[in-house]
């Protein structure tokens, strides 16, 4: 199973993309986690673009196409999405390939409850397949955790494994997709 992993941060010491790239480390036998790094060189979403979809726009929708999942984590800024996590699926919303697509939210922050709905309400309206059960909360921001750390302590890879076995789980149960791109 491929799931593309994307954080909504951009800095360099995010716990959103610390938590997602300890997920693809604990990440069980058949699952592979790929953490995409182009959120940053996204341009602004522009519809006038679509007619010559931008070399970065292109990268992402052919990462998605591959993926059987997606695995999303997003700070919270000023009780929303940060401005990263909504430009890039501003560019996957016309994209068929998105369509239907598996998506879990991993929390790092339990007081950022108000981008999680936010991130729900605009998958679902995208048409994406929010997998409930595989999104998580894990309260990372007073943890002091590092990395390596996350990845021993219980109290990050229980739930996280939780959520892996969940995606796993919809994923064998899923019919299979229609790729959206021509399969050579």
Not at 35 to 44: D, I, K, N, S
Not at 45 to 72: I, M, Q, T, Y
Not at 103 to 127: G, K
Not at 171 to 182: C, I, T, V
Request: charged letters at 15%.
């Amino acid at each position: 199973m491929n799931v593309l992993a994307i954080s909504g941060s951009l800095r360099a010491a995010s716990l959103n993309s610390a938590l997602l790239r300890t997920a693809a480390r604990i990440a069980p036998p058949g699952m592979r986690i790929n953490l995409y790094a182009g959120v940053g060189a996204l341009p602004l979403f522009n519809p006038d673009l679509e007619s010559r979809v931008p070399a970065p726009v292109l990268a992402l929708r052919g990462e998605v196409d591959r993926a059987d999942a997606l695995l999303v984590a997003s700070p919270e800024y000023a009780r929303g999405v940060t401005g990263g996590i909504k430009n890039a699926l501003d560019w996957l919303v016309s994209h068929k390939g998105f369509v239907g697509k598996p998506v879990a939210l991993l929390n790092a922050a339990a007081r950022a409850h108000h981008a999680q709905d936010a991130l729900r309400l605009t998958l679902r309206t995208m048409s994406a397949t929010l997998i409930e059960e595989a999104c998580v909360t894990i309260a990372l921001l007073a943890a002091n955790l590092d990395e390596e750390a996350m990845s021993q302590c219980d109290a990050v890879t229980g739930p996280l494994s939780e959520a892996l076995g969940a995606m796993r789980a919809h994923h064998a149960q899923a019919p299979p997709r229609s790729p959206s791109f021509p399969v050579r």
